[in-house]
């Protein structure tokens, strides 16, 4: 029997109607869902009424669920991968199962949407010419001026994920390692209260 296929699925970040046709599809023909959250990801299928079933897949299960899945895929399921929200694997769960596929020479298609570090870089009005994604920065701000430090010498545009409970003290830390460079905070994308604040570390604070 011929080896399923892993779908790679992005997801809405916030509006609905941010999810593709041929994702929906996809997320309707395939054998399983693996998903970051269950509960989160239901509500997506149920407001779409899809009724594919669902197996969390999270950074606490995923050795686990990747040999589970593989072994799901080798026997002919087709398995769907998605996150919370947005693409997976940036920033999410991920980069282990389509690692352990690829190995096992199973297929791997990408079904393309929404990315909240795209998105964001879109709108925002800084250079896009050339960028570097640089995922999460350390939570403490000691191990976060570190960082920061280590990307001093990047000319390209940078492109943080942060929590909202740390974003005050990480544009302290952005001022006191690059001074008033311009920076633009980006938050609520696709949702009712959007909002992008742009300038320099310390008028946004």
Same mark, same amino acid.
Do not use: W
């Given at each position: 029997?011929?080896?399923?296929?892993?779908?790679?699925?992005?997801?809405? %970040?916030?509006? +609905? $109607?941010?999810?593709?046709?041929? *994702? &929906?599809?996809?997320?309707?023909?395939?054998? =399983?869902?693996?998903?970051?959250?269950?509960?989160?990801?239901?509500?997506?299928?149920?407001?779409?009424?899809?009724?594919?079933?669902?197996?969390?897949?999270?950074?606490?299960?995923?050795?686990?669920?990747?040999?589970?899945? %593989?072994?799901? +895929? $080798?026997?002919?399921?087709?398995? *769907? &991968?998605?996150?919370?929200?947005?693409?997976? =694997?940036?920033?999410?769960?991920?980069?282990?199962?389509?690692?352990?596929?690829?190995?096992?020479?199973?297929?791997?298609?990408?079904?393309?949407?929404?990315?909240?570090?795209?998105?964001?870089?879109?709108?925002?009005?800084?250079?896009?010419?050339?960028?570097?994604?640089?995922?999460?920065?350390?939570?403490?701000?000691?191990?976060?001026?570190?960082?920061?430090?280590?990307?001093?010498?990047?000319?390209?545009?940078?492109?943080?994920?942060?929590?909202?409970?740390?974003?005050?003290?990480?544009?302290?830390?952005?001022?006191?390692?690059?001074?008033?460079?311009?920076?633009?905070?980006?938050?609520?994308?696709?949702?009712?209260?959007?909002?992008?604040?742009?300038?320099?570390?310390?008028?946004?604070?």
């Amino acid at each position: 029997m011929p080896a399923g296929t892993l779908y790679v699925v992005a997801t809405p %970040i916030g509006n +609905l $109607e941010d999810i593709t046709l041929r *994702a &929906l599809r996809i997320l309707r023909e395939v054998d =399983l869902i693996a998903c970051e959250d269950t509960r989160q990801t239901r509500k997506l299928l149920d407001h779409f009424d899809i009724k594919t079933g669902a197996l969390s897949y999270h950074d606490h299960n995923e050795a686990s669920r990747t040999t589970e899945l %593989i072994q799901r +895929l $080798e026997s002919g399921s087709n398995v *769907a &991968l998605v996150s919370d929200a947005g693409t997976p =694997l940036l920033s999410d769960p991920g980069y282990r199962l389509v690692h352990a596929a690829v190995a096992a020479h199973i297929p791997v298609v990408p079904i393309p949407g929404a990315s909240a570090a795209l998105i964001a870089l879109a709108a925002a009005g800084l250079a896009t010419d050339e960028f570097r994604f640089c995922g999460f920065l350390p939570p403490k701000s000691g191990q976060r001026r570190k960082a920061l430090e280590e990307l001093a010498e990047e000319s390209c545009t940078l492109v943080f994920y942060e929590a909202p409970h740390r974003i005050l003290e990480t544009l302290e830390d952005i001022e006191a390692v690059y001074g008033p460079r311009e920076v633009v905070v980006a938050r609520e994308l696709t949702k009712l209260h959007e909002e992008f604040l742009r300038g320099t570390p310390r008028e946004i604070h």
